[in-house]
T-cell receptor
Framework: DAGVIQSPRHEVTEMGQEVTLRCKPISGHDYLFWYRQTMMRGLELLIYFNNNVPIDDSGMPEDRFSAKMPNASFSTLKIQPSEPRDSAVYFC????????????FGPGTRLTVL | AQKVTQAQTEISVVEKEDVTLDCVYETRDTTYYLFWYKQPPSGELVFLIRRNSFDEQNEISGRYSWNFQKSTSSFNFTITASQVVDSAVYFCALSEAGTGGSYIPTFGRGTSLIVHP
């Protein structure tokens, strides 16, 4: 059974460009989480969805960040315009039935903004 | 507010040594969940264990064991007879009720374990 799928795995872009990160959760999981990992701040929760509905986006750092989940099998995290300080590894994770269940993480997208 | 402290930033051991990774948490809730995840060099976080606040029994899984003590707000993780493959960053996480009653995890900063052959 496929795990959480993220694309791209690596992204290098220039400041000011739009970046879109993609995630396909595990089939049947009804919670989806977006995290950002940096050396300075560790692992931060950005936003999470339950049944495709955004529940808490208080972790989204700025209006430049937006996330959508148009259906149960796909989510995007968009940064527009991107800045060098957005460079990080972005993880998507999903969980089954309840948010206190174990989370299954994707391999992450390493974003570098020049 | 919730907080997870992993005071050990990095631990270096030689293969076959036992090693304990500390995790101290803060919460005012009576119902909460504690987790450990492993992040190997490949980068993907892997779930190891979950404990709820009402279950203080220690857990053993092969060479891994976990000691949950509410009295000291700790959920420590011990690897017995460490192996090179145990080299990874280990995260402790705490979930308590958040928006809409969902339990949202807060992760500690992680402990990097290096096991030398």
């Amino acid at each position: 059974d496929a795990g959480v799928i993220q694309s791209p795995r690596h992204e290098v872009t220039e400041m000011g460009q739009e970046v879109t990160l993609r995630c396909k959760p595990i089939s049947g999981h009804d919670y989806l989480f977006w995290y950002r990992q940096t050396m300075m701040r560790g692992l931060e929760l950005l936003i999470y969805f339950n049944n495709n509905v955004p529940i808490d986006d208080s972790g989204m750092p700025e209006d430049r960040f937006s996330a959508k989940m148009p259906n149960a099998s796909f989510s995007t995290l968009k940064i527009q315009p991107s800045e060098p300080r957005d460079s990080a590894v972005y993880f998507c994770a999903s969980s089954l039935v309840s948010s206190y269940n174990e989370q299954f993480f994707g391999p992450g997208t390493r974003l570098t903004v020049l | 507010a919730q907080k997870v402290t992993q005071a050990q930033t990095e631990i270096s051991v030689v293969e076959k040594e036992d090693v304990t990774l500390d995790c101290v948490y803060e919460t005012r809730d009576t119902t909460y969940y504690l987790f450990w995840y492993k992040q190997p060099p490949s980068g993907e976080l892997v779930f190891l264990i979950r404990r709820n606040s009402f279950d203080e029994q220690n857990e053993i899984s092969g060479r891994y064991s976990w000691n949950f003590q509410k009295s000291t707000s700790s959920f420590n993780f011990t690897i017995t007879a460490s192996q090179v493959v145990d080299s990874a960053v280990y995260f402790c996480a705490l979930s308590e009720a958040g928006t809409g009653g969902s339990y949202i995890p807060t992760f500690g900063r992680g402990t990097s374990l290096i096991v030398h052959p």
